[in-house]
């Protein structure tokens, strides 16, 4: 019984310690003026987004076409420019 015990807990302990957010895969740059921009892809058609320290979320659609590295290398680009 100790033993089904012991294996029980080790299990959940394996299973509490992974999550979905491992997965993420995130696209960033840091403009010359010091201001970073990233995209982490949520694996479900959106993206969470972060600009100037503000997040907030991106679909597909809110991507044009582009690749959400294009997206970021582009914000990046355009900061520093002072297109913003």
């Not at 012991?6 to 403009?31: N, R």
């Not at 997206?71 to 297109?83: H, L, M």
Request: proline share 1%; hydrophobic share 30%.
């Amino acid at each position: 019984m100790r033993k089904i015990v012991l294996a029980l807990m080790t299990l959940s302990l394996i299973s509490v310690s992974c999550s979905k957010d491992d997965d993420k895969k995130c696209y960033s740059c840091t403009s010359e003026l010091g201001n970073k921009f990233e995209l982490c892809d949520n694996g479900n058609g959106t993206y969470d987004a972060t600009a100037y320290g503000i997040k907030g979320t991106m679909t597909e659609e809110d991507l044009e076409g582009s690749t959400p590295q294009q997206v970021v290398d582009e914000a990046c680009a355009d900061d520093s420019e002072g297109d913003f």
